[in-house]
Structures are given as structure tokens and as C-alpha cells.
């Protein structure tokens, strides 16, 4: 029943959100905003990596906006949110995105689970929940009669672009997206690299292009250039370009005053895998991971920096135009 309410609640208010966020975006970038219920389920991440199938579920929303009208079909880049939700940075890709030529499907992972930020309490949704809800996103897209299932990308934040990342292994994939449906490129914004995960080499021949900050206190680079070294070696395309400088949410112009997060849990000195069972544990101490581990630490900073921003922007252009075949 709490989930039939969910769906009825959900559905009655796409309406009036499509035609609030029309009102508010410059008609230039989108021509038509949708807002659909995303039918998912609330994983452990346990649960997650021993492929369950039967977890709580749950209504998520996603908010669809198309470039132009037409009956022509679009490519589109799937958004998940970070650690705050769907906050501003995030939300300011849309025009840049919608203005090269892609639809955008931005993903908010947290409202329908009662959540707005889990920044100071990471154990409050499991850290794979955000690459379960891509493949039910992608899976909606490609049955969307403006949407090509062939260039649909994915690109994330934070703990969301840890979901875009994961979501590229060919396990993961096999475990829980339908119908051998699959991102043609995956762009990952200062992802967690943390977890060496069973067989996590072995992701698909899409491309992978990480963006992280030299500078970043709060996720960890040295764990994403190990696991991009991994890749590599295994004959995997992946990319990582690494700014001088720039700290966490590089790309958010809200913070060009940075912004102290005293509280914000960290895992930037752990360094976790999976063992049997989809357990994940400590990898010095061997004893199984939560957020109470000695490794999580307290404190963080955000902030912006003009120029890892335009080139980070110039160089996804770069990537779209190419894999999702923008004119």
C-alpha cells in the first residue's frame, strides 16, 4: 500500500512540476520538460552485490528535458545527484548539455526515499543504490518514443558519479540492468574509488573519462588513479584528467567562497573490498566496513574554480559530440 501511495502521489504531481520547470528554463536550451516516476528498489549494498531481487521498492522521479520538438529521436545524458542531492552544480549542466544537441534525464535519488542529504550520515542509503536507479533510468529512456536507446550516457557527481562509474561493469550490469541495455559513455565528476570490488575490471568497451581535482579533501584521488591504472592494464578506455588545484565541486560556480563542511564524512583514507558474500570490509584491518570504522573522517571543503570548470565543460562537449554523435 506505502507503495501505491508513492506511485499516486508521484504521478499527480508530474504535471505541475513539468509545467513549473518549463516556466523556468530559457527556451533556447529545452523545448519540453517531462517528469516520470522511476519504479526502483532501496538495496543494501550486500543486497546489491548478491544480485537481490527482491528489496524494498520505492518511486524515484526523474525530470526528462528534450532540446527541440519533433518526432526525431535523441540522444540523452542520465544525471545522478551527489551527497546533497540535486543541487545547484548539478542542475547547471542541463542547459550546457540541452544547448549541445542531448536530452538530459536528471535523476533524484533521494527525495522518493524520504532523503535530502545523507553529507553527514553516508550510512543513511547504500553507495551502489545510485547505480541500481541508472539502470532503471536507462531502462525507461529506451522505451521513450523521443529517446535513441543507442546514445544514452551517463554522467554523475560525486557520489554520483561513483553510481556512473560502477554502473559500467559488466557484473553489475548482468546482476541488475534488463534486456542488455548499457551506457555508451560513462563521465564520472570526482568519483569515490575506494572499493576494489569482485571482478570490477571487467567493465565494458564504452568509454570512461573521470574528472577529479589535485586538491580535493574530500574524496580520495589516489584511490581513482590506482583503479584507472588497474583498467588500463586490463586494456580498458578509461581517462583521467586531473586538475591543479581545483577541490571537490570544481564545476559548482555557487562556491567561488569555498565552503567548510565540518561535519561531512569522508572515506578519503580507507581503502575497502569485497569479499565473499558481497561483503565489503577494511582492507588493513580486514574487519567488515560501516561509517563507525577508524578510517572515516570528519571535514571537507567545496569549492569552485573557473578553470578547471571551462575545461572540464570543453572537454565533455568533446566527449558527447563524438559517442552520443551530436551534429
Known amino acids: 500500500m506505502r507503495f501505491d501511495r508513492q506511485l499516486a502521489t508521484l504521478t499527480a504531481f508530474v504535471g505541475f512540476a513539468a509545467l513549473f520547470s518549463f516556466s523556468s528554463i530559457g527556451a533556447a536550451q529545452t523545448a519540453r520538460v517531462e517528469v516520470h516516476p522511476i519504479k526502483t528498489m532501496t538495496l543494501t549494498d550486500q543486497q546489491f552485490l548478491n544480485g537481490a531481487k527482491d528489496g524494498p521498492e520505492v518511486i524515484i522521479g526523474g525530470e526528462l528535458r528534450l532540446p527541440r520538438l519533433g518526432n526525431e529521436r535523441l540522444p540523452v545524458v542520465v544525471l545522478l545527484h551527489g551527497s546533497s542531492g540535486v543541487a545547484a552544480y548539478v542542475n547547471d549542466w542541463i542547459p550546457v548539455l540541452n544547448s549541445l544537441g542531448a536530452a538530459t534525464f536528471l535523476v533524484d535519488s533521494f527525495s522518493g526515499r524520504g532523503l535530502t542529504n545523507v553529507g553527514n550520515d553516508q550510512a543513511q542509503l547504500g553507495r551502489l543504490v545510485q547505480v541500481f536507479d541508472s539502470y532503471r533510468a536507462l531502462e525507461l529512456l529506451a522505451k521513450h518514443a523521443r529517446i535513441d536507446a543507442g546514445r544514452i550516457a551517463a554522467m554523475g557527481f560525486s557520489r554520483g558519479g561513483q553510481g556512473v562509474l560502477y554502473a559500467m561493469m559488466k557484473r553489475f550490469q548482468t546482476m541488475h540492468s534488463a534486456g542488455g541495455l548499457a551506457f555508451v559513455t560513462s563521465i564520472p565528476f570526482y568519483p569515490e574509488c575506494d572499493t576494489a570490488f ?130
Open 198 to 327: 569482485a571482478d570490477d575490471e571487467n567493465v565494458t568497451d564504452a568509454p570512461i573519462h573521470i574528472f577529479h581535482g589535485v586538491a580535493d579533501d574530500y574524496v580520495s584521488l589516489p584511490r581513482c588513479r590506482s583503479y584507472v591504472e588497474r583498467l588500463r592494464r586490463a586494456g580498458k578506455n578509461i581517462e583521467l584528467t586531473e586538475y591543479a588545484d581545483a577541490q571537490h565541486v570544481f564545476d559548482g560556480a555557487q562556491f567561488k567562497t569555498p565552503l567548510k563542511l565540518p561535519d561531512a564524512q569522508t572515506t578519503r583514507n580507507c581503502q575497502l573490498e569485497e569479499i565473499a558474500d558481497g561483503i565489503v570490509v577494511n582492507s588493513q584491518t580486514k574487519q567488515r566496513f560501516t561509517y563507525t570504522d577508524p578510517c572515516v573522517e570528519r571535514g571537507a571543503t567545496v569549492a569552485y574554480q573557473e578553470e578547471a570548470h571551462k575545461a572540464s565543460m570543453q572537454a565533455v562537449e568533446g566527449i558527447l559530440r563524438v559517442h552520443l554523435k551530436l551534429n
